[in-house]
């Protein structure tokens, strides 16, 4: 079993619709979340940290729930700018410091 | 700024041959990290590099050496190349060790294929 798992998708939605991904993590001492947005051929871009308490940036949402150990990412409004590769990114510092990436959640915003 | 430079863009190498790939940041970051992406797979940590002087082992780092040669400066070695290293390379940096809220910055990345 992977230790940070996603669900591929690929995810094919209309523009202004709302998709939502979850991640799970199976080392109950991972300490920080990441999403991560990665276009066709290219490198992956900071979308943004999540916290503890959930944080929201413009059509994003990410939250954290330790107790279930998963992460989930909201985007409302989609937009076809939104189309790409959605990771999942844990870290830990236990046997070493560990970036843990999950394969990946394609989006297809369709027009 | 340019960010996170990485040389070459495409290699071939044949089995056996030896290379390495370039990285460099011009954001003052003390950690810089390499890792390579596989179809299907998350990006997987090869070598990474805390600060100036220092490096680790990451989750995959046979085959592979690293060198820090200075702070702006990371570069990654295959000695004898196999057809199992082929893969698109990805340098990136942070300013510490990665932790709450401090991104990884990447490079554009380096596809390598290994015939």
């Known amino acids: 079993r992977k230790e940070v798992e996603q669900d591929p998708g690929p995810f094919n939605v209309p523009e202004g619709a709302t998709v939502a991904f979850n991640c799970t993590y199976s080392n109950s001492a991972s300490q920080s979340f990441f999403w991560y947005r990665q276009d066709c051929r290219k490198e992956p871009k900071l979308l943004m940290s999540v916290y503890s308490s959930g944080n929201e940036d413009g059509r994003f949402t990410a939250q954290l729930n330790r107790a279930s150990q998963y992460i989930s990412l909201l985007i409302r409004d989609s937009k076809l700018s939104d189309s790409a590769t959605y990771l999942c990114?844990?870290?830990?510092?236990?046997?070493?410091?560990?970036?843990?990436f999950g394969a990946g959640t394609r989006l297809f915003v369709k027009a | 700024n340019a960010g996170v430079t990485q040389t070459p863009k495409f290699q071939v190498l044949k089995t056996g041959q030896s290379m390495t790939l370039q990285c460099a940041q011009d954001?003052?970051?003390?950690?810089m990290y390499w890792y390579r992406q596989d179809p299907g797979m998350g990006l997987r940590l090869i070598y990474y590099?805390?600060?100036?002087?220092?490096?680790d082992k990451g989750e995959v780092p046979n085959g592979y050496n690293v060198s820090r040669l200075n702070k702006r400066e990371f570069s990654l070695r295959l000695e004898s190349a196999a057809p199992s290293q082929t893969s698109v390379y990805f340098c990136a940096s942070s300013e510490r060790e990665v932790g709450a809220g401090r991104r990884q910055y990447f490079g554009p990345g380096t596809r390598l294929t290994v015939t």
């Open positions: 954001m003052n970051h003390n950690s």
């Open positions: 590099s805390a600060s100036e002087g220092t490096t």
């Open positions: 990114v844990v870290t830990r510092n236990t046997g070493g410091f560990k970036t843990i």
